[in-house]
């Protein structure tokens, strides 16, 4: 067994890993804009646009952090400047309540919802769920305790590693995998929002998995969808990105999100870039069998007596392919003529002493 289909498990019975298609995660985030009828709008967007799972995140602001004015809890600069985090989790944070509704939304249209909890409150709360993994998040790869309460479910882990190093990522792989958790998959991840493609450094992916013995995939932050196929080109075997009904409605996430065009488009994208990437083939693939005929080969262009010396005159590689391959016409050149032959026939062995 390869190290790859040692390492492939399943969410929700799709498997997961570098032998099947990517798998792509729909993030809400705070999408939903403080309305429930608008997140059940983005779960069945994502389901339309053939996304394979839908992300909550479990917090409440108090959770997360304390309504505190003192600068360490202002955020300076960037996209949310100014605000207090506790501010900024009030709005941004997904309502327990609305938890429920969400899932049967999930399960009526036919996608796969799990959730990123950011304590351990939250992971009691979601095991009432029956969420099918979980995902931590880059900000929480550090937060071993809670790595290991959400490994010790036993069920399938994302985590994140934007902002961690390679120690850092190290530990929480080690943390999950000593709770008896062996089903991790990594993203790679940069933690900017948004976060400029020059930082992406996607060739990191391989050496993820290499270094750590696990599936990996991306979590990307980038504007668009170029970056995300260019991860699936080099590995990832699960894409994360923020998704939004519209930008234009605005949001604390909407301006690095996608809508639901770009979504679609993400997933189609992604799935033709793993179809590329097949296998190691030298051979002729069936869609080339009839355009062998165009290729070079050797022919008559200039009408050749029965005994006559064949120079570069008289032969050439052309267009099409029925005559001698173009590398024998050292070969053929400085014999003599069988027989009469005439302009535009292809070159063949007994057509020449």
Not at 1 to 14: C, D, K, L, P
Not at 41 to 56: F, N, Q, R, S, Y
Not at 335 to 342: D, G, L, N
Request: aromatic share 6%; proline share 5%; charged share 25%.
């Amino acid at each position: 067994m390869t190290t790859a289909e040692r390492n492939t498990f399943e969410i929700a019975g799709r498997p997961i890993g570098p032998g099947h298609p990517p798998y792509v995660v729909a993030e809400l985030s705070a999408n939903h804009n403080g309305d429930l009828g608008r997140a059940l709008a983005v779960v069945e967007m994502a389901k339309d646009a053939g996304a394979d799972a839908v992300k909550l995140q479990t917090y409440t602001a108090d959770t997360m952090t304390i309504d505190h004015d003192s600068p360490e809890f202002r955020i300076s600069g960037g996209l949310w400047d100014g605000r207090s985090l506790h501010e900024l989790y009030e709005e941004a944070h997904t309502p327990w309540d609305w938890h429920e509704a969400l899932f049967d939304k999930a399960r009526d249209v036919g996608i796969t919802m799990f959730s990123a909890p950011f304590d351990s409150t939250a992971v009691d709360f979601l095991e009432t769920l029956n969420v099918p993994a979980y995902k931590i998040a880059s900000f929480e790869a550090v937060d071993l305790p809670l790595i290991a309460r959400v490994a010790a479910t036993g069920k399938p882990m994302i985590i994140s590693t934007g902002m961690a190093n390679h120690d850092e990522i190290g530990e929480a792989v080690q943390t999950a995998r000593d709770a008896g958790n062996q089903n991790i998959v990594l993203l790679h991840c940069v933690s900017g929002y948004p976060a400029p493609p020059g930082d992406s450094n996607l060739r990191t992916i391989a050496d993820i998995a290499e270094q750590f013995d696990v599936v990996v995939g991306l979590s990307d932050h980038t504007l668009g969808t170029a970056v995300s196929v260019a991860g699936v080109s080099l590995g990832a075997t699960l894409i994360e990105k923020h998704v939004t009904l519209s930008r234009e409605d605005r949001g604390p996430d909407s301006s690095f999100s996608l809508e639901p065009d770009e979504l679609r488009l993400l997933v189609s994208s992604c799935r033709e870039a793993w179809e590329a990437l097949g296998r190691i083939d030298y051979e002729r693939k069936e869609s080339e069998t009839g355009n062998a005929v165009f290729r070079r080969s050797l022919y008559v262009v200039q009408d050749i007596a029965a005994g006559e010396t064949l120079t570069d005159a008289h032969v050439r590689s052309i267009r099409p392919g029925f005559g001698l391959a173009p590398k024998h016409l050292p070969d053929v050149l400085g014999r003599r003529a069988r027989k009469s032959i005439s302009r535009g026939t292809a070159m063949s062995w007994d057509l020449v002493e």
